[in-house]
């Protein structure tokens, strides 16, 4: 694996007095601040989990390689995948981890088929989709396009199509190919062959560069811990390291400081004082409560989508605690001219999903979800949010598999969700669940604008009624 390294100090916008030490502020203080610092950092950190599982930690059974490579999986997802929550089982993925310090990246994208879709999603280290390439934005003619990092000042290259800047020095990228069926792996292969990932010295034929020094990466949290250890905030200051203060971030960064959140912070979670981590984990546990407040008011009411969650950082518009929404309920979500995900974990009288009833999912006629490219509606158990097994190995139903759905006699279609079999008859529509809690989201892949507008609103399960 080819390591990153330490970066330098990011530049300090302005002038301000220091802050004052973590011993001027108070217990009551330190809560507010770590409740602010844990919603506001909770995506990097977990950014950072996924970051270490795929392109550090060597021993992890999700481990994809080296930094600055294309990976591909040339296969869906599955149960077995479970570092992503609530991953997509309709494209086989490919990534790439990014280290954008020492110089920038060139991506090639071979032609692909018009029909077929497929994206590269850009997300930094905030988990801000700050660009896209695919068929939405660029189209399937193929391209080049140059990744650089929050330093790099130079003119876009002769033959290279775009030049795509990220905030922070390293960065993910996330690649989508869809696939038609099973019999369509091979097509996917040769295409995810074509990806190809080169540092700008190499695309240009030129020396490399010095490389910048090995990055003394730091143990990832599970996501148990990350909910409730103070250990949060000490990689919370390892990833801010390689994030830049953002001028419009200079004053809340700031105050962080003054518990020793920062770049150069003193904050460590094994010499706390008993009140100070005490203060500190109600600070999280604060910060728990008001997403959970979140969710259960405006998320699961239908009154926030995830289309209000996940975007570029003005999308966002600083909102922290929809940024910490989006990370909990689906990181590395699309932004919403690329992906709807209309999501349930109550049925439509408000009663929670659970795998000891039946339900029927309807899409009346006419009425199938407004895309340019594909919709599936895909099964998750809970509280992981992660595929669940079953004796039929389905994860979704989505619109390849139209041909082989049974229609209502009006046209429509009902989808059976539930534990057992509905019988054979409709078990070519049946979408297995799991034995207790789970939830359904439906993707709505390059959405129309009827979707985007909200004339097109997505049907809700039904509870099946004896």
Not at 46 to 57: A, G, I, K, P, W
Not at 212 to 240: C, G, H, K
Not at 304 to 329: C, E, H, I, P, W
Request: aromatic fraction near 12%; charged fraction near 20%; include cysteine.
């Amino acid at each position: 694996m080819a390591a990153c390294a330490k970066s330098e100090k990011p530049e300090v916008v302005g002038s301000a007095p220091p802050p004052p030490p973590s011993s001027a502020v108070t217990p009551e203080q330190a809560r507010a601040i770590a409740k602010e610092a844990y919603v506001y950092g909770f995506p990097m950190v977990d950014d950072y989990r996924v970051m270490y599982s795929y392109f550090v930690d060597k021993e992890d059974a999700e481990y994809k390689g080296g930094w600055n490579q294309v990976h591909s999986t040339a296969r869906v997802y599955t149960p077995a995948d479970t570092t992503i929550q609530t991953p997509n089982s309709d494209t086989p993925y490919s990534a790439v981890g990014a280290d954008l310090r020492t110089e920038p990246l060139v991506f090639t994208v071979p032609p692909i088929e018009q029909d077929r879709y497929y994206s590269l999603q850009f997300v930094d280290q905030y988990t801000a989709n700050f660009a896209y390439v695919g068929s939405r934005t660029t189209g399937n003619s193929g391209g080049k396009y140059l990744l650089a990092g929050p330093n790099w000042t130079g003119p876009k290259p002769e033959g290279v199509d775009e030049v795509i800047r990220s905030d922070t020095e390293l960065a993910l990228v996330l690649y989508r190919t869809q696939l038609f069926e099973p019999a369509d792996i091979d097509a996917v292969k040769r295409i995810q062959d074509g990806y190809r990932v080169e540092p700008l010295s190499v695309f240009l034929k030129q020396p490399l560069p010095p490389p910048a020094p090995a990055i003394d990466f730091v143990p990832a949290l599970t996501p148990d811990q990350e909910r409730t250890s103070p250990q949060f905030f000490d990689i919370l200051n390892f990833v801010m390291k390689f994030t830049p203060t953002l001028p419009a971030e200079k004053a809340i960064r700031d105050r962080f400081a003054t518990i020793g959140i920062g770049p150069d912070g003193s904050f460590d979670a094994e010499k706390l004082s008993p009140e100070m981590r005490t203060a500190v984990q109600d600070g999280m546990a604060d910060a728990w409560a008001e997403l959970d407040a979140l969710k259960k008011n405006e998320i699961d009411t239908g009154k926030l989508t995830a289309a209000s969650l996940f975007g570029t950082r003005d999308d966002l518009k600083g909102n922290y605690l929809y940024r910490m929404a989006g990370a909990v309920l689906g990181i590395y979500g699309n932004t919403a001219a690329e992906a709807l995900y209309p999501s349930f974990s109550t049925d439509a009288a408000g009663a929670p999903l659970t795998g000891a009833n039946e339900y029927t999912y309807r899409f009346a006629p006419g009425q199938l979800p407004p895309v340019n490219a594909f919709w599936s509606l895909t099964m998750y158990g809970l509280p992981k949010s992660l595929l669940v097994a079953n004796p039929i190995n389905r994860y979704l139903i989505n619109s390849p598999m139209l041909r082989e759905l049974v229609p209502d006699v009006d046209g429509g279609y009902t989808l059976y969700v539930q534990r057992n079999s509905p019988g054979p008859e409709r078990e070519p529509n049946w979408l297995p669940a799991p034995d207790g809690p789970f939830s359904l989201v439906l993707r709505l892949y390059w959405p129309k604008p009827d979707a985007l507008g909200g004339q097109w609103q997505a049907p809700k399960p039904e509870k099946v009624v004896a």
